[in-house]
Each structure stands twice: as C-alpha cells, then as structure tokens.
C-alpha cells in the first residue's frame, strides 16, 4: 500500500502542515478551557478554605460550646453564643417551609389537574414572575404591608417585626420553585395511571391524590428540600422584618435574629473577633446549605434512578429549558424536573383501593374532595399574594416615579435612580466579563473534554453544585473581607463585581454543561466522520447548537445579578448617589430599594421596586423568546 | 468458505480494507470474534445480520467512531489502503483516516447550517478557504450525491427544511465533499421512505464507480438489488462472506441460509 494517494488534489498537499497546526491549536484549546475548570474549582476551594482559616480559630477563641450554645451574643464583653440565631434560623425555616410547601404543592396539583386548561398558562406565567421578584422586594412588601397587618390585627402589644412576618414572607417566596418542580414531577406521570384508576371507579380527585401525587413524590421531595436550603440562605427580606432581637425564640410574634440577618446586620460594623464570630456563622450557614445539598442530590439521584428510562433525546420546550436553568442558576436544582419520561413503579392495587360499600366508598371520595378545594385554596393564595405584592408596589411606586427619579440628578431632598441604574449596568458588565467566559469554557471542558464516566466529572459537578447552594450571604462575606480588606479595596465595584462573578459562575456552568450535553451525538459523530478536530466539532457544530442554553444562562446570570443586594451591601457599600468608580463604593437598583426603605422613603422605595420588577420582567421574557427564537432556527 | 477462484485472486489484488483477527469488547461484552475479511475496491459490500449482531460495530472499526466509546477496547488489525500501518496504530492521523473513509448514518444528521455550509464543512475543515474553491467542490458533491438540481437555488437556506430522503443525500453530499476513498454507510434507507430508499440505492450504484461502499442494511431485499458482495453476521461473528448471488442462492452454512429464508432473527 502506498503512503500518499495518487490523485488526490490540493486538499492532500495540505494535510501534514495543517495536521501539526490543527494538534497544536487543539492543545492550546484544551488547555485554556482545563485552566478555566481548575479556576472554577479553585473559587470553590477558596471560599471553603477562607471560611475555615478565619472562622475555625474564632470558634476555638470563643469556645467551640460557648460559640453554639451561648446565648448572648455581645461585642463590648466578646460573648458570641450563637444559638439564639441558630435556632431562629431553623425555627422561621421550618415554618416557612412547611407553609410553603403546602402552597405550593396544592397549587402544583390544582394547576396540575383542577384548573381550566386555558388558565394553566398564564398563571404559571405570573408564577414565573413571582419567582423573579429581587428579594428585597419581597424585603419591602414585608415591612410596609405583613408587618403593619400583624400589628393591627394579631397583636396590638408587639411591634408585628419577628418570625410570622419572616415565615410568611420566605414562604411565598419559596412558594414558586415548589410550584415549578412539583408541576414538572407530575407532568411527568403517564396518564394512563390516571387513567387506570378512573377506570377502577375512582373520582378524579381520588385518582390524582391516590395515584398520580405518590407516583411523583420524589420530584416533590426534592422541591422540598431544596426550599428548606433556600428558606435558610435567604438574607435581605428577612433581614428587614425579622427584628433583629438576639434572644431564643419561644413565641410566633417574638422579634429574633436569624443567622443571615445577623451577619448582614453586623458585618459592616464588626471587626476582630466579632468579625471573625460572624465568619464562624458562615461556616454553620454552609455547613446547613452542604448537609441540604448532600441530602437533595441523593433524593434526586434516587428519582433519576427511578426515571433513567427516560429518553435523553426528547427536546425541551423553551419554557422548560427556561424554567429548569431557573432553578438551575438561582437555586442549584437539575434534574428534579428532568423527569420528562417517568416509569414510576406505582403499584395500582396498593395505592388505590375502591371500597364497594358505597357509604364508606362515598365518605372517602369527599376526603379526596376536600383535599381539592385545599389545593383551589393553595392556588388561591399564591396567587392573591402575587396580586397584592404587584399592587402594592405598582400603586405606591407609580406616584413617585418621574422623569427626574428615573433620570435626574441625585441630591438628598429629591433623590433619583440613575447612579443605582448606572451602578448595576457597571456589576453586571464587570461580573459577566470574568463569568461568561470561564463559566462557558469551563462547561464546555466538563461536557466535552472529559471523559463522562470518569469519578472526577462525577466529583467536580457536585463541587459546582456546592458552590451553587451556598448562600449570597457567605459569598458577600467572602467578599467583604477578601476585597475589602486584606486587598485592602474597601468598598469597590471591582470587589463587588467579582464577588458576584464567583457567585453566579456555578450557574452559568451548569446551565451552560446541560444545554452542550443536550446536543445528541449524531452531530458529534457527523463532524468526526467528516475528519474534523475536537476543538473544531466543539465550536462549530456543539457549541452553536447549544447557544440557546448558553444564552439563557447568560440572561438568568444578568437577572441574579440585578437582584442581588446581601452580597451588594457588604461589598459595594451603600452610598446613595455615588456614581460607579472601580475602586469607589457605590450603589444598585436593589441596594437603592433597601435603603428607601430603611430611610422610611415608601414611595421611591416601591417606585425603584416597580423599575427593578419591570426590568427582572423583561429579562425573564427575553430569555424566554430567545429561546424559542433560538430552538426555531435550529429546528 | 468457498475455494477461491481466479476471479477471486484477481479481486485480492483490488482490495481496499483488510481486516485481520479483529476482536471488539464493550466493557466485558465480547462483541466482535475473530472477524478476517477483506472489503473490495469500487465495489458495494453489505453487511447483513439481525439486530446486535455487531455489523454496525464493525463498521465504525472501519473508520474509528469507536474510538468515541469509552468501554470500548479492539485487537487485531485493520490495514486501510493509503495507510502506512494499520488504523489502530499510534502513529495514524485519525482525522486524517476518517477524511479519507467517509461515513453516512441511519438518521440524517445534517447540522443545523445552510445547505452550502454543510457541505462545505468537510473541505473547510481540512484547510479550504477559498470562495470559488468550496463553490466547486459544494457543486460538484450535491451533483454527485443527485440533488444539486433540487437545492442549487436555495444553498442558503438550512439543511434542516429538506425532507429526510433530501437530508440524507446531503449526508452523502457531505460526506464526498472531503473525497474519501471509501464510504461507509450505516442503514442509510432505514429512516427513509420507499421512493427516498429507491433514489439513494441508484446513487449507490453510480457512486461504486469511484468509491468503495460498505453498507449495513437491515433490508436483505436491498442487499440483494445492490450489493456485489455480502457478508453475514451473527453473534459477533462473520459466518458467511461471498458475492451477494451466490450468498442468497446457494448460502453455504446453516445459519445463513436460515437467515436469509427468513426463519429466525
């Protein structure tokens, strides 16, 4: 056999020098996109080890059972017990928890089963919006309407401040990712249980309550707990109706401190030990948000194991793709609503069983009725708060929003937007520069590069989806402390704007990995069959067929960007009307909303509100048409 | 086997793969046995056999899209014409192999691009820039495959508004657009309608002219209209190989004539 073929064209002469070329770009490819993973992973290493190294000595300094279970918590005499927050912290979690989830689950099987048809779209519509509101929104809506409603009508002695006001708040706040990952869970049944058991001479209600919910706990477990982690991480509307006593809680109208409020209360004040004591909390907060995380994935991956028939190659809606990289990006979830394919092992005749003595056969169908006004109810609620929250704001922002509050110049007496708005246009461009880039190479590594089977994609997924249920709260500790003092930056939109990268990084990755590894392998394959590189395959055939996930990451990240203010208030300060300066303190759309409201300023409180919730609005629509703009073409 | 015969000494010396003592595992699944046959030049060679019976896999030996499985582990040799060693050799460009050994699937994976950008793929990837260079290769491919009438006003327009019988002669199109010696093609028809399947069988019979083409088909009516050499499989091994006629006339073992009689698979 000869080494060249005999008449061949151009297209041999060129293949020796072109081969050399292609391994060595190849190379340096690979390399940059394994720097850009190893730089993820380090972000991660480096929070951990940051919180350990300044807060495991603080333990040892005050006592490591003085530190958990002291009850005072006092600078001037270097008391740190951290118990009364601590519990606090679990109390309003459990409760809001347990409120939230009953919502959200009744409203997932009202919009599941009992609602028009024609209904069903909208309302999960305005849910989406509901989970799109910046907390602090919810922070506002909190401290001008549940508290001053507590202290009208449930205790005239107490001030309304404490943990029903912060129960309630989280739990509609929580409320709409149980919604979207319950409702993904049932959708994902077949109907023809449903329809075995109506066939069985079960009522419709009976059928849903008896066979479709157990057939799709899992996907409800896991919503569950993921609400658990977020109820717990969650700072700034907390922060704003908790009271901020340090005292064990006792009553349900009791002002208390929860761990979140207390370092984001604290933090801007505390130096030495109290900063370090502050830092202590950080690692309980992370501790909690691990042992979630941990307990979470094995739910999910017992559902996955359940659900691994599904096919991987049934396309996404844009809406699901949507509402997944959501929860994805803001709260770590992944594949609790991939079960789009579910087999679910119900076993009918344990599940269901039709009793034949029609007395009892009667009184056990108008159980399963009341169980359905219950979820009209759920349904009802979420959605009356999602009304009164838009109301609300809408009526009182509207009045004070001006050409001038939008636009003018900012003084005290006739405070304006425009340095919040310029503020976060500047974090948003800082922290996409460094995310984007790394945060897409980085998955496109994982996906790509590495070999899928191999234990150490296994581990480095799990660290980025770590990294992603921390709470905003440790990273702006992080933060605060890293950029702002041992860099010795202050407050700077440069500390904050990196904060905020490392913060939505594990976001965009994940997103960015689950729209690569939707591309189905006949492309891969295509490409490799025609003699191209990897690198080559990469970019121009797998890369641009997952621009819509790419894409949509991008937008969510700008979202969570905007939204942000724990992080914000220990990294950038809070200084009303500072213009964005790199180095200087500054302040943001949702920082401007705390502090008018703090500063008993309702109206531009709720007016800048109603800017942010339009703005988060139109973001959340864009990626939504975009990625059905996208899926089109591509189709 | 049956004894060789001159004319088939004379069509050894146009042989265009050699495959010699090819074993394949998946994990701990022995998937190909032993398997020795050689593939000839300009001619259609059809692997036949039921469903897992390894002919797709040994397929994708021919051009090592098995490299792309991890559990995946080969002995033996494959010596493809061109090629100073054989394929599986540390020192083969295996780009370079699978430019020269073409590769059409059971679905058109056309990419989500123009028609032209399709096509032009291939070349552009092996270092062709050059506008009226990619023109003439874009044309020259779509007239090869038969479909350059169908598509040359609308070149811009995505692969992906074709029918899937168009689809799949853009595949092909693709495919000879980086000029492989050899092509190989994975139950191209079997996504296809009849009339799609009738048009792609007659351009396989014009395309032996100045390709090799190894086909697997799950359709033994379609081996038979084009292939002048067929080979059997069963269980991860090659039972039977010979011309196609005498294959299905007189199949010289048991399984095969079961096979092709329609008594199992």
Known sequence: MSTMRVGETGLALRDTKRQNMQKMTG???????FVATIFSLFALLMIVLFLLYRGIPAMADIGFFKFLFGTTWDSPSSQYGILPALLGSLYVTALATVMGVAIGVFSAIFLHRFCKKRFVGPIV??????????????????????????????????????????SIILSIMIAPTVISISLNALKSIPKELFEGALALGASIPQAEFCVVVPAAKGGILAASVLSIGRAIGETMAVMMVIGGDHEIPKGLMQSINTMTALIAGEAREAGGLWLEALIATGILL???????????????????YRFSMRSKKKNRSPMETLAKSLSVTVLGVGKAMDSDHAKPSVDLSKLFFVDHETKKSNRKKIKFDVLKVLSCVGAGITLVFLASILVFIAKQGVSSLSWHFLFGEYSVDNPSIKPALLGSAYLILISLLIAVPIGIAAAVYMSEYMSRRSKFIKYLRMSVETLASIPSIVYGLFGYILFGSIFGWGYSFLGAG?????????????????GLLSVHNMYREGSFALGASKARTTFRVVVPQAASGILTSVILAIGRVVSES?????????????????MGPGTSMALDIFYFATQNKEGQAAAAATVLILFVVVINLGATQLAKLLSRKTK | MRTRGYIEKFMEENKCITIKNLNLYYGDNHALKNINMDIFKNKITAFIGPSG???????????????????????????VEGFASQIYDKSIDVNALRKSVGMVFQKPNVFPMSIFDNIAFGPRTHGIKKKPELQAIVEDSLTKAGIWNEV?????????????GQQQRICIARALAVQPEILLMDEPTSALDPISTGIIEDLCDQLKKNYSIVIVTHNMQQALRIADRTAFFLLGEMIEESKTVDLFNRPQTEQCERYITGKFG
């Open chain 1, 27 to 33: 190379a340096t490819i690979k390399w940059t996109l």
């Open chain 1, 125 to 166: 519509q305005a849910i989406n919006i509901l989970a799109g509101i910046p907390s602090v929104v919810f922070g506002i809506f909190g401290l001008l309407v549940v508290v001053p409603f507590i202290q009208n009508n449930l205790s005239p002695d107490v001030e309304g401040h404490g943990i029903l006001a912060a």
């Open chain 1, 286 to 304: 992370f501790v909690f948000s691990l042992v979630i995380n941990f307990v979470f994935m094995r739910i999910r991956a017992k559902v996955d």
């Open chain 1, 498 to 514: 990196i904060t905020l990268a490392i913060m939505v990084l594990p976001g965009i990755i994940r997103t960015t990995e689950e």
């Open chain 1, 566 to 582: 724990a992080v914000l208030l220990l990294t950038l300060g809070l200084v009303p009307g500072a213009l964005p300066d790199t």
């Open chain 2, 53 to 79: 019976c390894g002919k797709s896999t040994l397929l994708r030996c021919l051009n090592r899209m098995n490299d792309l499985i991890e559990t995946c582990r080969i002995e033996g040799n494959i010596e």
């Open chain 2, 152 to 164: 040359k006003d609308n070149l811009k327009k995505s692969a992906l508004a074709l029918s899937g």
